[in-house]
C-alpha cells in the first residue's frame, strides 16, 4: 500500500469519478484505475462499487478511505514541517476564497505575487464559508480568505482588511434619488440577493432588515454579484456590492452607487487557517501581499463603520 494510492482512492472518493479523479491526480485513468485495482487485490476487498453511478464506496472501501484520508494529512504535515523549517515557499498550497471576495481581490494581489515568488504553487477555489471550514478541518485546503463570522472560534484568523458594503441601485428605482440608503429606504425596493449560504447575503439581511418577500428569491434562484449588477443596469432593482468592487467600475457604473448612511455596514476580511497549521512564512507572504494591495483607509475600521 502506498501514498500514491491512498491519494487515487481519496480522489475517486470525493470526485466520484475515475476520470475526474485521475485527471485531478495528474494521471492516466487506466493508471489510476490499475493502481486502485492493485490495491483492492492486496487488501482482498472491493473499495468502490464501479456499476453505481456515480460511483461509491462499499461499506468497507468507505472505512479504507477514510483512514487514507487521516494518513495523507498526517504525511503532508510532515512535508509542512520540513518546509518550513527551510522557510521554504515551495510545495503545492490550496487557498480557499469567498465568490464574494475573488473577483475583486484575486487580480489586485495574485498575478504579482506569482511573479515575485515563481517557486510557489498556490491552488486557488472559490468556495462558501462552511465548505472552506470543512475543507481546512480536513486538510484538503490550507487556508481560506473570507468574512470574520460567527462559527471561525475553531480557527486561527489572521486580519486582512475591513471593506464597507454599497447600494447598487437602477436608474428607475426610487433609491436613485436619494444621497445614501438607510434601512428604512429599502422598503417597496426589489433586491437581488445571492443564495442562502453566502455570508455576504446574510450581513446584508440582517443589518438591512430585510424580507424575503421583497428580494429575488423567487425570480432568480442562483447568482452571483456581477449577475446581479446587470440586472440593475438593466434597469431593475437594487443589489449591494463590496468596496473593492467600486474600483473595477466604469463612470456610468458609479453613477449607479449609492453609499450607506451612518454607520456604513463594514465586513472584515480574515485569513483562515487551522490551529495546528505550520506553513507560516507563506501564510504571511499571503497576508502581507493583500494587505500591501488594497487601500490603506481599509486596514482599520473608522467610528463611521458598523461590523456586519
Known sequence: MT????????????????????EQCGVTQPTLSSMIQKLEDELGLRIFDRAAQPVSPTPAGRMVVEQAWRVLVRAKKIKDI????????????????LPTVAPYLMPRFFPRLLADHPETDIRVAETKTEAAKLALARGE????????????EHFDKAELYFEQFAAYVSEGDALAAVSSVRSSDL??????????????????????????????RNV???GSIETFMRMVEGGRGVTFIPELALEQLSGRQRALVRPFALPIPTRRIVLLTPRTFVRQSMKRL???????????????????????
Open 3 to 22: 501514498l500514491q494510492q491512498m491519494e487515487y482512492i481519496v480522489a475517486v472518493y470525493r470526485l466520484r469519478h475515475f476520470g475526474k479523479a485521475a
Open 82 to 97: 520540513v518546509a518550513e523549517e527551510k522557510r521554504s515557499l515551495s510545495g503545492t498550497f490550496r487557498l480557499g476564497i
Open 141 to 152: 485546503m490550507d487556508a481560506a480568505i473570507v468574512a470574520d463570522v460567527e462559527g471561525l
Open 187 to 216: 422598503r417597496g425596493s426589489f433586491i437581488w440577493l445571492l443564495d442562502e449560504g453566502h455570508c455576504f447575503r446574510d450581513q446584508i439581511v440582517s443589518f438591512c432588515g430585510i424580507k424575503d418577500g421583497q428580494t429575488s
Open 220 to 222: 432568480y434562484s442562483l
Open 286 to 308: 499571503l497576508a502581507d501581499s493583500i494587505r500591501a494591495s488594497v487601500p490603506p483607509r481599509m486596514l482599520q475600521m473608522n467610528n463611521t463603520e458598523q461590523r456586519v
